[in-house]
C-alpha cells in the first residue's frame, strides 16, 4: 500500500511540475493562434509564430521523463476534418513561400536532391499532436494526464521536436530574406 501510494505522489508530480505546467500553457497558446491564422496577416503571423515556436521547443525539451502507466493509447481528439481545416488556412496563409526544401528528412539519404517540404504541413503535423495532448490534459484525470505527457514528450523526442526546427529555419527564411515586393503583396 505504501509502495502505491508514492507511486502516486510521484506521477502527480510529474503531471502538476512547473515544467509541465509551463508547456501545457505554451502548447494551448500555440494550438490557440494557429486556429486563429487565418484572420492574420502573412508578416503578423510569421513574426509571432517564430516567437512562440522556440518557447513550444524550449518547454518540450524540459518535460520531465515518465512512461506511459496504461498499454492504451490516449484518446485523439483532433479529426481529419480538423488538420485538412488549420493545414489549408495556414496553406492559403503562406501562399507561395509555403514550400521550402529539407535536408534533414529520413529519404533524404536515399535521394540526391533536396526533399520539398510544407510550412503549413509541418505546423499542423505539430498541431496535431499537441492539440491532442492539450486536450486529454484537459481531461483532469491523472492516469490520462500523465500517459499524454509521456506519449508528447515521445513524439516531441521521435518527429516533432525536428520537424519544429526545421519549419523555423523555413520561416526565418521567409521572415529575413521577404523581397520588397512580397512585402508590399503582404501589405
Wanted: hydrophobic share 40%; proline share 2%; net charge negative.
Amino acid at each position: 500500500m505504501h509502495l502505491n501510494l508514492l507511486f502516486m505522489e510521484n506521477k502527480e508530480q510529474v503531471i502538476f511540475s512547473r515544467n509541465t505546467v509551463e508547456f501545457v500553457t505554451v502548447a494551448a497558446e500555440f494550438c490557440a493562434y494557429l486556429e486563429r491564422a487565418e484572420s492574420l496577416r502573412r508578416k503578423d503571423f510569421v513574426d509571432t509564430i517564430l516567437k512562440i515556436l522556440p518557447l513550444l521547443y524550449i518547454k518540450a525539451s524540459m518535460l520531465p521523463e515518465c512512461e506511459m502507466m496504461s498499454d492504451n493509447e490516449p484518446e485523439t481528439f483532433v479529426t481529419e476534418d480538423d488538420y485538412e481545416v488549420i493545414r489549408l488556412n495556414l496553406q492559403e496563409l503562406m501562399a507561395d513561400r509555403d514550400d521550402y526544401l529539407d535536408v534533414f528528412v529520413e529519404d533524404m539519404k536515399y535521394s540526391d536532391t533536396p526533399i520539398r517540404k510544407s510550412i503549413a504541413e509541418d505546423l499542423t503535423d505539430i498541431y496535431q499532436v499537441v492539440k491532442d495532448f492539450v486536450c486529454q490534459f484537459r481531461s483532469g484525470l491523472n492516469e490520462t494526464m500523465h500517459d499524454a505527457l509521456a506519449q508528447c514528450r515521445e513524439h516531441f523526442i521521435g518527429y516533432w521536436g525536428q520537424t519544429l526546427v526545421n519549419t523555423m529555419r523555413a520561416l526565418h527564411e521567409v521572415k529575413y530574406n521577404s523581397t520588397e515586393e512580397e512585402e508590399e503583396i503582404d501589405d
